[in-house]
């Protein structure tokens, strides 16, 4: 019990006993004199059952003594503490075995001036926590972050994969999602930035794109760094104006990229197998949804 909750009962005990003991004890005359037995009795019923009823309730709310979760970490492990860096520095971060409300719990934080909500280090701490665990012997909290892990969810996510003959049939039906599933399983990869031409439709893997044409340096939400220095990415991008955006472009490439992509079974864009004047309808589809998703979470 914390230190407040303990602090409220004793408040509540205190002044229960100081309401009754002037009830019953104290010389006002026009209470009739009480019995012992009275006493009892009347403490037992406007007190004791009340409170009794008062924690069966709160441990009602709470979810119940036979709901608490247990520790799974051993109480042999308190005090368990190792620094993990994560950056070139040294700076990263420390986990730590120390008590908790139900038991040992496992915690870590971060050096200042680590970043804690960057994705990199969120996969870094669970994968240093997976590492740590499986050495203590402990039930693994992040299993993805273990390669064991990441390859049963990725034959799991092989097995649920419907097939080609599948989606082929869901399509002809008219399920859009389907074709577009459809378009990522079976277009073309494009391995060249020759094959890229001006105002055509491609398959993006996470969307459809219109190429729009290419640039030199870096740009990024319409500024445009010409100079290319000071890690503005210098180089030759590829631009795409995508269906789920409201911005003129949504996805940029660089050469290497489409082509290391289509070379490792990744492809970044693929040819639609389809005319451009489906591909055309579906991107138009595809950015109305978009709007309207926008416009629903806007008004919230």
């Not at 409220?8 to 002037?22: D, K, N, Q």
């Given at each position: 019990?914390?230190?407040?909750?303990?602090?409220?009962s004793?408040?509540?005990?205190?002044?229960?006993?100081?309401?009754?003991?002037?009830?019953?004890?104290?010389?006002?005359?026009?209470?009739?004199?009480?019995?012992?037995?009275?006493?009892?009795?009347?403490?037992?019923?406007?007190?004791?059952?009340?409170?009794?009823?008062?924690?069966?309730?709160?441990?009602?709310?709470?979810?119940?003594?036979?709901?608490?979760?247990?520790?799974?970490v051993?109480?042999?492990?308190?005090?368990?503490?190792?620094?993990?860096?994560?950056?070139?520095?040294?700076?990263?971060?420390?986990?730590r075995?120390a008590?908790?409300?139900?038991?040992?719990?496992?915690?870590?934080?971060?050096?200042?001036?680590?970043?804690?909500?960057?994705?990199s280090?969120?996969?870094?701490?669970?994968?240093?926590?997976?590492?740590?665990?499986?050495?203590?012997?402990?039930?693994?909290?992040?299993?993805?972050?273990?390669?064991?892990?990441?390859?049963?969810?990725?034959?799991?996510?092989?097995a649920?994969?419907?097939?080609?003959?599948?989606?082929?049939?869901?399509?002809?039906?008219?399920?859009?999602?389907?074709?577009?599933?459809?378009?990522?399983?079976?277009?073309?990869?494009?391995?060249d930035?020759?094959?890229?031409?001006?105002?055509?439709?491609?398959?993006?893997?996470?969307?459809?794109?219109?190429?729009?044409?290419?640039?030199?340096?870096?740009?990024?939400?319409?500024?445009?760094?010409?100079?290319?220095?000071?890690?503005?990415?210098?180089?030759?991008?590829?631009e795409?104006?995508?269906?789920?955006?409201?911005?003129k472009?949504?996805?940029?490439?660089?050469?290497?990229?489409?082509?290391?992509?289509?070379?490792?079974?990744d492809?970044?864009?693929?040819?639609?197998?389809?005319s451009?004047?489906?591909?055309?309808?579906?991107?138009?589809?595809?950015?109305?949804?978009?709007?309207?998703?926008?416009?629903?979470?806007?008004?919230?």
């Amino acid at each position: 019990m914390s230190v407040g909750k303990a602090a409220r009962s004793l408040l509540v005990l205190v002044g229960a006993i100081a309401v009754w003991a002037v009830l019953f004890f104290a010389p006002i005359p026009f209470m009739p004199e009480t019995s012992g037995f009275g006493v009892i009795s009347a403490l037992i019923a406007f007190f004791a059952l009340p409170a009794f009823a008062l924690k069966q309730t709160t441990a009602w709310r709470e979810g119940g003594p036979a709901q608490t979760p247990s520790s799974g970490v051993p109480s042999r492990l308190l005090g368990f503490s190792r620094h993990v860096p994560l950056l070139s520095d040294g700076r990263g971060v420390t986990y730590r075995i120390a008590k908790g409300p139900h038991g040992p719990r496992f915690t870590w934080s971060f050096d200042a001036g680590v970043q804690a909500d960057d994705l990199s280090i969120t996969t870094l701490v669970r994968e240093n926590r997976a590492r740590i665990e499986a050495e203590l012997g402990l039930p693994i909290s992040f299993p993805n972050a273990t390669p064991e892990g990441s390859a049963e969810v990725r034959r799991r996510s092989e097995a649920s994969r419907p097939s080609v003959e599948q989606l082929e049939e869901a399509a002809a039906g008219g399920d859009q999602r389907a074709m577009f599933q459809l378009w990522g399983r079976t277009g073309t990869p494009v391995t060249d930035e020759s094959q890229l031409k001006v105002g055509t439709y491609y398959h993006l893997g996470f969307d459809i794109g219109r190429y729009i044409g290419s640039f030199e340096g870096c740009k990024w939400l319409g500024t445009e760094f010409e100079d290319a220095e000071d890690g503005n990415m210098p180089g030759i991008w590829h631009e795409f104006e995508v269906a789920e955006s409201t911005m003129k472009a949504g996805a940029r490439y660089q050469a290497d990229e489409i082509a290391s992509g289509a070379a490792e079974g990744d492809p970044l864009v693929r040819l639609i197998p389809a005319s451009q004047d489906a591909a055309e309808r579906a991107y138009r589809d595809r950015h109305a949804a978009h709007l309207a998703w926008e416009a629903r979470r806007r008004s919230r």
